[in-house]
T-cell receptor
Framework: GQNIDQPTEMTATEGAIVQINCTYQ??????LFWYQQHAGEAPTFLSY??LDGLEEKGRFSSFLSRSKGYSYLLLKELQMKDSASYLC??????????WGAGTKLIIKP | IAGITQAPTSQILAAGRRMTLRCTQD?????MYWYRQDLGLGLRLIHY???????GKGEVPDGYSVSRANTDDFPLTLASAVPSQTSVYFC??????????????FGEGSRLTVL
């Protein structure tokens, strides 16, 4: 079967760095996605990893290790507007997305 | 540029009633999806369509039906609503089912309450 785990909630301080982890188990793999979702809004695409390694995009970076079934989203220079839920999603062998429950990130001044 | 438009944004519905959630996209994307999002759970796929004229069942299809008569529209119908269908429903689209990123574009959601 397939399974995705990510922490339910995390707290960080404005200006700091936070790492949100996502672990998964799957028999087929076609990529790992991160989406951001502000409360009451639609999810929006942040990043996509299909090969091992780090993908950097401004203040946000995403890392993948396929052998370990592990990904993380790294947010640097945190801003209050980064307070949101961060959704990890796995694309399976049928190119369907399997979603984690999301990590609610709370930024404190 | 509208992207994906969902209607209604919010609805309270009596159990047993029929309800159709509308979804329209103007990006000419091939694939469209309906998800439900419930507290503490990940997005769950209800139905999908890889191209106009075809539909498929997702993880939680029971009690829902869809149609894809053209590229732009993908309505979701609840034939006889039940309280367990209280949820936030998101319509989404993507350029390809096997695209290089598979990035999904979401509508703003429809909050449905079944009493």
């Amino acid at each position: 079967g397939q399974n995705i785990d990510q922490p339910t909630e995390m707290t960080a301080t404005e200006g700091a760095i936070v790492q949100i982890n996502c672990t998964y188990q799957t028999s087929g793999f076609n990529g790992l996605f991160w989406y951001q979702q502000h409360a009451g809004e639609a999810p929006t695409f942040l990043s996509y990893n299909v090969l091992d390694g780090l993908e950097e995009k401004g203040r946000f970076s995403s890392f993948l290790s396929r052998s370990k079934g592990y990904s993380y989203l790294l947010l640097k220079e945190l801003q209050m507007k980064d307070s949101a839920s961060y959704l990890c999603a796995l694309m399976d062998s049928n190119y369907q997305l399997i979603w984690g429950a999301g990590t609610k990130l709370i930024i404190k001044p | 540029i509208a992207g994906i438009t969902q209607a209604p944004t919010s609805q309270i519905l009596a159990a047993g009633r029929r309800m159709t959630l509308r979804c329209t996209q103007d990006m000419r994307h091939n694939a469209m999806y309906w998800y439900r999002q419930d507290l503490g759970l990940g997005l769950r796929l209800i139905h999908y369509s890889n191209t106009a004229g075809t539909t498929g069942k997702g993880e939680v299809p029971d009690g829902y039906s869809v149609s894809r008569a053209n590229t732009d529209d993908f309505p979701l119908t609840l034939a006889s609503a039940v309280p367990s269908q209280t949820s936030v429903y998101f319509c989404a689209s993507s350029d390809s089912i096997q695209g290089d990123t598979g990035e999904l574009f979401f509508g703003e959601g429809s909050r449905l309450t079944v009493l």
